[in-house]
């Protein structure tokens, strides 16, 4: 399956049944968007973000659309220490049974600048919410992942590593290389772990009106566009596929 027709694809109705999966980020944009596409297929989504009414939102839509039960976990990625993610570890597993999937969508991008106008505070705060962050998240449940019969990890990426992108491009550069050593560490036939990214391009989100003022958001696609990849990628119908960086330039507005 191509990444065209990934857009399209439509899975079975239980394809993540009684499935576990984390989505950081999950209160907006794209992260809302997969989280719903998640519970639509039977999984139980796991709510991460710093914003708790972003979440009880994505949940009571979740609730109301009589999809399985999600949990909300709140935690403000930049200042969390690593006592933190294993707590949140340890929750998932006695409180969920485990975790099946984790997608890593979380991101933050101050502004676009220059890189010697960068200030510290700046650069760690990037570095430590897109980068970090994710390693500590990883590190601490792949025990839990290493357990479940059908684990996967997906990156959120994004092709950043042009002028003026500063400490996003770097942390976003790191996140890939991360996405790389793992899936190659646990391209096994044992243990195995399907591990993959998706840059989704620009899509109408909170953050790309942020950044791009100027921008035509009405020229965009909505995050609801991209839910296939991440679908097929989380669930078993990508069987072995792994070390995958799936690209997408524009998507049409009309891809739904």
């Known amino acids: 399956m191509n990444k065209q027709e990934l857009l399209k694809y439509e899975p079975d109705k239980d394809l993540l049944k009684d499935r576990v999966i984390l989505v950081t980020g999950a209160g907006t944009g794209i992260g809302r968007a997969i989280s ?3 519970a639509r ?4 989504v796991v709510l991460l973000g710093k914003t708790l009414k972003e979440l009880e939102y994505v949940y009571d839509e979740i609730e109301d659309a009589g999809y399985p039960e999600p949990a909300i976990y709140p935690l403000n990625m930049e200042g969390a220490t690593a006592k933190d993610y294993q707590d949140m570890a340890n929750t998932f ?3 969920l049974g485990g975790l099946d999937g984790i997608v890593l969508n979380a991101a933050w991008l101050a502004a676009f600048m220059p890189f010697k106008e960068y200030d510290v505070e700046t650069w760690s705060k990037t570095l430590s919410v897109n980068l970090h ?4 998240i990883v590190q601490t449940c792949l025990p839990l992942l290493e357990a479940s019969s059908d684990p996967a990890i997906i990156f959120s990426a994004h092709d950043s590593i042009k002028a003026y992108n500063g400490a996003f491009g ?3 550069a790191g996140t890939q290389a991360m996405m790389d050593i793992l899936a190659d560490e646990y391209d096994l036939d044992e243990n195995f772990i399907r591990i993959n990214s998706i840059d989704t391009g620009p899509l109408r989100t909170q953050m790309r009106k942020m950044n791009y ?5 009405d020229s965009l696609a909505m995050p609801e566009s991209i839910v296939g990849p991440y679908l097929y990628f989380m669930g078993p119908d990508a069987g072995k596929r792994t070390g995958e960086k799936i690209i997408y330039e524009k998507l049409p507005v009309d891809t739904k």
């Open 36 to 38: 719903l596409a998640f």
């Open 41 to 44: 297929y039977g999984a139980t």
């Open 93 to 95: 597993s006695e409180k």
């Open 133 to 136: 962050a994710n390693f500590l």
């Open 170 to 172: 770097i942390s976003k």
């Open 213 to 217: 003022p100027g921008e035509d958001m």
